[in-house]
């Protein structure tokens, strides 16, 4: 216990540094992870900081013998270390469809056999909705704080998940992910200084739903697929919302815009602090939602006022005019809606 808290504060401070240290150095010398149309052009190589400060942090238990990894953690850290150096590579340089979706499935691949023990059948379904989840949370990097928020609640959720099924190794994984996300919202809070770019979006996206997948092995069909939707049911509300906008309107689907959550959530009325929040609470909702239902509380059918009610969200938000002057509403823009989506977007 001790040893796991103090990784987290180490990978708490580690991050907060480092995200200070490559904002600085990215606009010191005007690399190109300094994209986007605001005067200030905020960097977007954040995703560096919680990269290196959850690895770090993690990888320092078994070298100092104060936390071992346990079975299975080692192949999720060396394969989402691989997707954070994609990510990173499509920040500095665009990539294409087919090499970002090749890269993340072999690392789907790699989790799923070494460390699932799933069947072939089983464990195919779960690289895709692997590649899927991680570019879901992708998506979700539009607006100052959205993913941080978002990606925090869920990785403490997954953390308890972890515990429960007596896999140390993974709960520590995930407790550090998820202060190295705290560490980084320090400046990634609106106005932010720093955003996470493909890097942090795409190496978070990755560790949480191979996580999931890990945590869920054990459980049956329908407890881990009510469970799964619960935990993400944020991200992938976003992404429903996104795509089906986009080809509402006759949009490429890899277009930026301002038609996520946030944004349309934001043309309510809300700041953008204030959609952050809001996207965070229903992540709580979603996460404690799959807690019970993981550790037998709930039934898997308990999801449905869940699925439902997201599904009623979906809908009324696909009303909201978003495609006019191309922005989200009367409040200040944040950094990470002015920078261009992956081409997953």
């Given at each position: ?9 180490a ?10 240290l ?95 023990g ?7 379904l ?11 949370f ?37 407790s ?7 560490g ?30 890990l ?60 959609a952050?929040v ?7 909702a ?20 869940l ?39």
């Amino acid at each position: 216990m001790i040893s796991g808290l103090t990784a987290a504060v180490a990978a708490l401070l580690c991050t907060a540094l480092l995200a200070a240290l490559v904002r600085t150095a990215v606009l010191r010398v005007g690399a190109r992870g300094a994209r986007g149309s605001r005067p200030d052009r905020t960097p977007r190589l954040g995703g560096i900081a919680v990269a290196a400060g959850t690895l770090a942090a993690v990888g320092a238990g078994p070298a100092l013998d104060l936390a071992p990894l346990g079975d299975g953690v080692a192949p999720v850290l060396g394969a989402a270390g691989a997707v954070a150096l994609l990510g990173l590579a499509g920040d500095l340089r665009p990539l294409g469809v087919r090499v970002r979706l090749g890269v993340q499935t072999a690392a789907a691949t790699v989790v799923v056999a070494l460390a699932s023990g799933l069947p072939p059948g089983t464990g195919a379904l779960a690289v895709l909705w692997i590649v899927l989840v991680t570019n879901a949370f992708t998506l979700l990097d539009a607006s100052d704080g959205a993913l941080g928020t978002v990606a925090a609640v869920t990785a403490l959720g997954l953390a308890v998940c972890a515990i429960a099924d007596r896999r140390p190794g993974l709960a520590l994984l995930l407790s550090v992910l998820a202060a190295s996300l705290t560490g980084f919202l320090l400046h990634n809070w609106h106005p932010a200084r720093i955003v996470l770019g493909e890097c942090g979006s795409l190496f978070t996206g990755f560790l949480l739903a191979s996580a999931a997948v890990l945590v869920h092995t054990e459980a049956g069909p329908a407890r881990a697929a009510a469970s799964l939707f619960a935990l993400t049911s944020v991200v992938l509300a976003d992404a429903a919302l996104v795509l089906v906008s986009r080809r509402r309107a006759g949009r490429a689907l890899a277009r930026a815009g301002a038609d996520h959550i946030a944004h349309r959530l934001r043309r309510g009325g809300l700041t953008v602090q204030g959609a952050a929040v809001v996207l965070g609470l229903a992540a709580l909702a979603g996460t404690a939602t799959a807690l019970l239902v993981h550790g037998g509380s709930l039934p898997p059918p308990a999801v449905l006022p869940l699925a439902l009610g997201t599904a009623v969200a979906v809908v009324a938000l696909l009303r909201v005019p978003v495609y006019g002057d191309e922005r989200p509403g009367p409040r200040t823009e944040s950094a990470a809606e002015t920078a261009p989506e992956g081409a997953s977007a």
